[in-house]
């Protein structure tokens, strides 16, 4: 079968359900650049798919039969989480279909075969041989990331290939659609400098705690930033709000009581990529995005408040604090304290933050997306 004909390649994110992270980026990019390929996104949202088809974007179900029928045409998919991105179900996946693996980031913290003890239930093994079996490439952002990724994975360090995230070609070039989308989101309230509080998911242990501080005071903290015209937006990971109803509420509740705070959910950017150009400071403990947040070269803070127990659950990568490019906050005086420091042009973490950009990202520049259409070239070209 000719499978090269077409030149069809599917895309899908987070299982299907958003229109996000590297893959809609480098089916953006597809859209824009290379009438020679037909990019075909695919969702088991329906408001998603009924936004794309709006935007006359190429666009699926993956529950229907055209879904189906797509599936079977192409020789390339694109996907970030897991099979469930493109297909009903990972095992419908057919034999033929080759993957490239965008994932959706590599944070310091070790996730799936990296965990010491790791144990998996015998459909998860079989779903992740399934995904491993079709993976022809898995990007990443440098020969260091390659390496501990592949401590994760498992597919064969032969399988990664250093391009850089499709997403962060937005951080040195965003679009005018993001630039006005973050104008509109902002325009209610004056600010000198923008934060952005974004931790980690702790794999559903227990609800990630923001502002994990004995001296918190909520009245405290809104009028330090009213103050100082900072602007704090409150991202939790969405697995966090689809399983804890009390810190959704939390931080509503924190948003309602200042006009500078604001709780930024997936709803309304499904890409946190998407604003981190407009962030002067970000706010982390381990989650991938401070790696990204690196190519920005701004400062960050973090609070691993539960450092032992990440620790001894899932464990690290690299040295956590050895390489930690930015204070840890031990209590709400030391957050404030830094932001201070911050604004008045205070940054005693330029040189370890720089040391670990450069560890992490080999590529420096708006280029990742070009670079991941290449290996589609390259799977295209060997089905002709």
Known sequence: ??????????????????????????????????????????????????????????????????????????????????????????????????LIALRHGKSVKKVRFAIEGSKILKKEKGEREKENYHIKYAISTSEFISDIQEQCLLIGREKHIVTGYPRNDELFNPSEENKNKWKKFTESVRFNKAIL????????????????????????????????????????????????????????ELASSSENIKFVSHDIFPDVNSILP?????????????????????????VPYDFDDYNKQNGFLYDYYENLPGPALKNFKDFCNNIEAISRGIDEYIDKRRKLCDRVHFYKDSKSCERVSKL?????????
Not at 3 to 30: A, C
């Open 1 to 98: 079968m000719n499978k090269g004909k077409e030149r069809i390649v599917l895309f899908g994110s987070s299982n299907g359900k958003y229109y996000s992270d590297n893959s809609m980026f480098v089916f953006e990019w597809i859209l824009k650049n290379r009438n020679d390929i037909k990019p075909v996104w695919l969702t088991r949202n329906r408001a998603v798919f009924d936004k794309l088809r709006k935007e006359k974007k190429p666009v699926a179900l993956i529950n229907s039969i055209k879904g189906v029928v797509l599936l079977f045409k192409a020789s390339v998919g694109l996907f970030t989480n897991s099979l469930r991105d493109l297909a009903i179900n990972p095992f419908l996946m057919p034999k033929f279909l080759n």
């Open 278 to 302: 407009f962030i002067d400071v970000l706010i982390s403990d381990y989650s991938a995005l401070y790696h990204d947040f690196l190519l920005l070269d701004r400062p960050l803070m973090f």
């Open 376 to 384: 589609i070239d390259r799977i295209l070209d060997e089905n002709k």
């Open 197 to 252: 509080y974004g931790p980690s998911w702790r794999h559903g242990r227990e609800a990630t705690r923001f502002f994990p501080f004995n001296d918190f005071d909520k009245n405290e903290l809104k009028n330090f930033l009213e103050s100082k015209k900072i602007i704090l937006l409150l991202r939790p990971h969405k697995n966090d709000l689809l399983r804890y109803n009390s810190l959704s509420k939390f931080l509503k």
